[in-house]
């Protein structure tokens, strides 16, 4: 698809429904293009259609990728929290005739996949020690 038809379709979905930043949806197509080519090394170079749940991991690996530490921060900016915005996204997108889709895929297969903002976030916390028992150390005094 040509980017300014692209733009358009995105400038469309705007009108009926403002919930998502224009930038969302750029990021959703370029995280598709990611997820597919990682199904096709995986799968001998051969493509294949992706699963709402395929294309939610894909997007959260591509936002760590892209963005590190900040992909939480721009998601939320963008009005992206969970796994549901993105098959929101993905399904106007279908309206638009720009995404395909086969008549098994529907909106509920994007619905609570995993929680979407955490798993922006995890990657980047320190990791919790195992519960050690505590060991006093005593100051030495100084002697004058």
């Not at 996204?89 to 279908?94: E, N």
Request: glycine content about 6%.
């Amino acid at each position: 698809m040509q980017a300014k038809q692209f733009e358009q379709s995105v400038v469309s979905i705007l009108k009926r429904d403002k919930r998502f930043d224009p930038h969302a949806y750029f990021f959703l197509k370029d995280a598709l293009d990611f997820t597919l080519k990682r199904i096709a090394e995986s799968n001998g170079g051969q493509a294949r259609h992706v699963s709402g749940p395929e294309l939610v991991a894909g997007c959260r690996d591509f936002a760590l990728e892209q963005f590190g530490p900040m992909a939480s921060t721009l998601m939320d900016e963008w009005g992206v929290r969970k796994c549901q915005d993105l098959g929101d996204m993905v399904f106007h997108l279908i309206e638009e005739q720009v995404f395909g889709k086969q008549d098994s895929d529907k909106p509920e297969d994007f619905s609570e996949v995993f929680d979407f903002e955490a798993s922006l976030i995890a990657p980047f916390l320190p990791l919790r020690r195992a519960a050690a028992p505590a060991k006093v150390f005593r100051a030495k005094r100084a002697t004058s």
